[in-house]
């Protein structure tokens, strides 16, 4: 069974930085894109970044330069950095892996529980 564990969270201030981790357990075979969504209150799921497995980056326009996305396929693990946080960052950020579990077999996107993030003085 594949599962997604998102970590990093928290509160911080205005300007401040974290980093989220997104490691995938399970028996896996291979992982493609890992993708960070996030969610404020009342508002859609977006897009915030994403790294293909080859290392190719994606970034929403509200995040560029400030975010960066970035994996360990060893450890089958996808960070994102936040730097220079802003109010509107404040969500819930989840991640999503596209995986292939046995060879030749049907791939699925799966999802993390989600991290909250707030930024607040």
């Known amino acids: 069974q594949v599962q997604l564990v998102e970590s990093g969270g928290g509160l911080v201030q205005p300007g401040g930085s974290l980093r989220l981790s997104c490691a995938v357990s399970?028996?896996?075979?291979?992982?493609?894109?890992m993708t960070w969504y996030r969610q404020a209150p009342g508002k859609q799921r977006e897009l915030v970044a994403s790294?293909?497995?080859?290392?190719?980056?994606n970034y929403a326009d509200s995040v560029k330069g400030r975010f960066t996305i970035s994996r360990d396929n060893a450890k089958n693990t996808v960070y994102l950095q936040m730097n220079s946080l802003k109010p509107e960052d404040t969500s819930v950020y989840y991640c999503?892996?596209?995986?292939?579990?046995?060879?030749?077999?049907?791939?699925?996107?799966?999802w993390g529980q989600g991290t909250q993030v707030t930024v607040s003085s």
């Open positions: 790294i293909t497995s080859g290392g190719s980056t």
């Open positions: 399970g028996s896996v075979f291979s992982i493609y894109a």
């Open positions: 999503k892996a596209r995986v292939r579990v046995i060879p030749q077999s049907t791939v699925y996107d799966y």
